[in-house]
């Protein structure tokens, strides 16, 4: 071993460590500290309280609301993503048929590559205030405008308990779908084309090129679309600020709220060892999450 | 060749960093910040004398922080900063102003050096009780006892209109200078109706009446915006509640007491508020609306009459016509035995302002609201904001030509003498503010009537009441 490989490293290493101490370690430490407290966020310094916070959180309606809001978000939202994304990319890449050997997308893809990723540009607000629009209760809104000319009643959708979470849910998966069909493409493309021609002289139809190629070698991407859409459902906060009812406070009534709502509001009421303790619970469940779903996923990767 | 599930490979070494990555940072750090200490302390006084009754130093700096809202920074920047300067012309006025009040403020007094003088409004400001409980805001009691700028003898708390110095006390301790006088009622075009031969309802049965005829005209009668100020619609709910049964009703709710929302008088006009979705007379699609958006149907004319305060004629200038000329009528009585007389109207100082203890400069901060509570700094503000509100100043605003909308609003508080009522609740109490709104959305849209409208909130009630946790107040 060479003299002076360690003060190197450590050379290397002390910068980025502190940064990820100052700013990830020491933030997060001192959050289950607070989550202990009663405290207001002023100068008087928090007062301990053991686990009355997240007491106070196990008893909270609300907090139900939004456990069970992020289920149906941790299964609907990957679930639809990725299977819209999926059929995309595979039309984009590999549905046109082969030309010369080379497995193209369908007529247009080109086109559609862009219009599909389009959304994907949007800040995250834009396309909020965007479907504040579309989806305005009367008339003036976009759905209701066409419904109302075909002579139909117009729909309140954020409005009905039942539809709200869906409609502010169809639009991160708009807005998602553009970055998956991307990634997918990405490893589509790394798929070798003498696969797909080996399984089209063995007669393979296109759904069975899908199914029994596209979609095995391409598992290793589809694991992490599924964690980034998985911590997504549980980060869900700027689209239900900007849309929900109750001026963005997980309206009607709660339908809509998640943890990260809760949480943002606590804090707005100056309840930051309440917010904490919030922003720990859903620290342990985004946590647990990712550890289940890299355990349940795990499959053999296959190498070319 | 493929790996074993024990082995790591590079690539999923790297996705696992990113995935803890991901999750570790947005999940918990933003919430995390250190306090310091309390710093306290005056920064430094010289002797009190009538002229300086707080003794501050000529040469004091005083930090304001002004809510760049509906009534914008001018009324800072062209009026009361000058006037300061006017009477100190050695001090200093370092002027911030923010549309987040919260964002700039709260980490200030973590770091144990708020600003001297904060205008702490808006959808992001920082919760008075909060604040009060902390012990975070300087005691006003000494400003309402200093000898006011314009007479000095008489005293600054004699110089405002009555119970603006109640409007800013916790449990009988002025904190919060509420500096704008506020009146509520529901607003309709003077043209619309004129053109129509209709007239503002006196009572219930009158308005039920006037809706079936502007229902007959093809125009919704009546309606709010649930998306996000239903708050608008359960101050008329309790407006009504106190005419029918007195003042009192509002006080039992603001101090929580046992069955103050279940009271009958409560539920009686909860109850008739509640008939008007199934009788057709508000339009359903207004609960996924907001205010700006059901206002801007009135200004069109396709809405007769709506709820709110009297900022609603500025806020509205822009998109308002001409010739629409707002008018302002008290929320209908209920019938002939009321206990308070049908001109009674919810008035409301508002817009608050406060003072932090621990600023480095606390009597120039009190000084700066002296001097903002004379008449020529008031009548600066009525004059400069686009609203003309009237503050709580009394005779700042004599013979100034208000227009049409703060006009009536002004004859509709002279004419209610003394059955002007308040409540307090909301901004004492967040979460019962916001039980409240989800329920009106409730009753008004016809999914409850008016007795689970009252026994829901009273629930809330109850356990804010039961929940040590949260400070209570009392007036």
């Not at chain 1, 202990?36 to 100068?43: E, L, N």
């Amino acid at each position: 071993m060479r003299h002076g490989k360690y003060p190197f490293v450590a050379g290397f290493l002390f910068l980025p460590v502190l940064l990820y101490v100052t700013f990830v370690i020491y933030p997060t430490l001192r959050t289950f500290y607070i989550s202990m407290t009663a405290w207001r966020g002023f100068s008087v310094a928090p007062k301990w309280i053991g686990f009355d916070n997240y007491k106070q959180l196990f008893d909270d309606d609300r907090f139900w609301q939004a456990i069970t809001h992020h289920l149906e978000l941790l299964v609907a939202l990957p679930l639809i993503t990725i299977a819209v994304a999926l059929f995309f990319a595979f039309l984009l890449n590999v549905g046109g048929g082969s030309k010369g050997g080379v497995r193209t997308g369908v007529w247009g893809s080109k086109f559609y590559r862009v219009v599909f990723f389009l959304p994907q540009v949007l800040a995250i607000a834009i396309v909020g205030v965007m479907f504040q629009t579309v989806y305005r209760p009367d008339n003036t809104g976009l759905v209701n405008g066409v419904l109302t000319k075909l002579g139909f009643d117009p729909v309140a959708l954020l409005v009905n308990k039942n539809t709200a979470l869906w409609a502010i849910m169809f639009v991160a998966i708009w807005q998602a779908i553009g970055f998956y069909v991307v990634l997918f493409s990405a490893g589509m493309s790394s798929i070798p084309a003498e696969i797909y021609e080996a399984a089209e002289l063995d007669g393979a139809t296109r759904a069975s090129l899908f199914f029994r190629v596209t979609l095995p070698l391409l598992w290793d991407t589809i694991q992490v679309a599924w964690v980034y859409l998985g911590i997504a459902a549980f980060d869900f906060f700027a689209l239900i600020n900007v849309l929900a009812q109750d001026g963005g406070y997980g309206g009607p009534d709660g339908a809509t709220t998640t943890l990260a709502t809760e949480l943002y509001y606590a804090a707005s009421k100056s309840k930051l060892g309440y917010a904490s303790a919030i922003g720990v619970v859903l620290f342990f469940l985004t946590l647990t999450f990712a550890a289940l779903t890299l355990r349940v996923t795990k499959r053999e990767t296959i190498e070319y | 060749m493929s790996n074993s599930p024990s082995e790591l490979s590079r690539r999923t070494v790297l996705r696992r960093a990113a995935v803890a990555g991901a999750l570790a940072v947005p999940a918990v750090s933003f919430l995390a910040a250190c306090s310091d200490d309390d710093k306290g302390g005056d920064g430094g006084t010289v002797a009190k004398t009538p002229t300086n009754p707080f003794g501050m130093k000529e040469d004091a700096t005083v930090e304001v922080v002004i809510f760049d809202g509906g009534y914008g920074q001018k009324y800072a920047t062209d009026g009361l900063e000058p006037n300061f300067k006017a009477a100190w012309p050695k001090a200093t006025v370092k002027h911030t102003a923010t549309q987040d009040i919260t964002a700039l403020v709260q980490p200030r007094f973590q770091g144990g050096n708020p600003p001297e003088f904060v205008n702490n409004s808006g959808t992001k400001s920082m919760d008075f009780g909060a604040l009060v409980a902390d012990d975070q805001l300087a005691d006003l009691t000494e400003l309402w006892d200093a000898p006011s700028v314009d007479d000095p003898n008489k005293k600054v708390r004699d110089t405002v209109f009555a119970g603006t110095v109640e409007a800013g006390s916790f449990n009988g301790k002025p904190f919060v200078l509420y500096y704008v006088s506020t009146v509520f009622g529901i607003w309709h075009s003077d043209k619309l109706f004129k053109d129509n031969g209709w007239e503002a309802p006196k009572d219930w049965a009158g308005f039920l009446a006037l809706c079936e005829k502007i229902k007959a005209k093809g125009i919704t009668p009546y309606g709010y915006a649930g998306a996000n100020a239903a708050y608008y619609q359960w101050n008329v709910i309790l407006t009504q509640a106190a005419k029918i049964g007195g003042g009192d009703v509002l006080k039992n709710i603001d101090n929580l007491e046992d069955g103050a929302w279940t009271n009958e008088a409560v539920v009686k006009a909860a109850t008739a508020w509640g008939t008007l979705a199934s009788k057709g007379y508000i339009n359903p699609a207004f609960e996924g609306l907001k205010h700006t958006e059901v206002q801007l149907q009135q200004n069109q004319y396709k809405l007769a009459m709506y709820p709110s305060g009297d900022w609603l004629e500025g806020e509205q200038a822009a998109t308002t016509p001409k010739d629409f000329v707002y008018q302002l009528a008290p929320v209908p009585a209920y019938d002939g035995s009321d206990k308070l007389s049908p001109a009674a109207v919810r008035s409301a100082a508002g817009e608050g302002y406060f003072v932090s203890k621990s600023a480095a400069s606390k009597a120039g901060g009190l000084e700066f609201m002296r001097q903002m509570l004379s008449k020529k700094s008031a009548r600066a503000f009525t004059e400069i904001t686009e609203a003309h509100a009237p503050t709580v100043v009394a005779g700042a605003s004599d013979g100034f030509a208000f227009p049409a909308g703060v006009k009536s609003s002004q004859a509709a508080l002279a004419a209610a003498g003394k059955d002007v009522v308040t409540l307090f609740f909301d901004g004492w109490y967040q979460d019962l503010d916001k039980e409240a709104r989800a329920a009106t959305n409730e009753l008004m849209f016809g999914r409850i009537d008016g007795k689970a409208w009252a026994e829901r909130i009273q629930k809330k009630a109850d356990a804010i009441k039961k929940d040590a946790s949260i400070t209570k107040f009392k007036r």
